[in-house]
């Protein structure tokens, strides 16, 4: 099993910047890629970035890219969202989610293991 832990979210204004931590345990050897989705009420999570756990490749949804980075401290088993100019709809609970699968995959069934999430609001 593997553990997912965020935070960093909280309430900013427009065109503000959040970071955004999680802090994978437990059997991260297992780990082959790490990925941030996010959710609104009533709609689907969404990816919004994601990366390899042993490096080489990030990948990020088209609404994201350009203002969000994806990067991971390996020593501290951490992996970082940082979210630059953002918008009111970048609002949403934002989870941090792992997958076995040495890639990075755009859709929630290929993750095997979440995080409880963390709320990002952002203000007009």
């Known amino acids: 099993q593997v553990q997912l832990v965020e935070s960093g979210g909280g309430l900013v204004q427009a065109g503000s910047s959040l970071r955004l931590s999680c802090v994978a345990s437990?059997?991260?050897?297992?780990?082959?890629?790490l990925a941030w989705f996010r959710q609104d009420p009533g709609k689907d999570r969404e990816f919004v970035a994601g990366l390899r756990w042993g490096g080489g490749t990030t990948r990020y949804a088209d609404s994201v890219q350009g203002r969000f980075t994806i990067s991971r401290d390996i020593a501290k088993s951490t992996v970082y969202l940082q979210m630059n100019n953002l918008k009111p709809e970048d609002t949403a609970v934002y989870y941090c989610?792992?997958?076995?699968?040495?890639?990075?995959?755009?859709?929630?069934?290929?993750?095997?293991?979440w995080g409880q999430g963390t709320q990002v609001t952002v203000s007009s």
């Open positions: 437990g059997r991260t050897f297992n780990v082959g890629a």
């Open positions: 989610a792992a997958s076995s699968f040495r890639i990075v995959a755009i859709t929630t069934q290929e993750y095997h293991y």
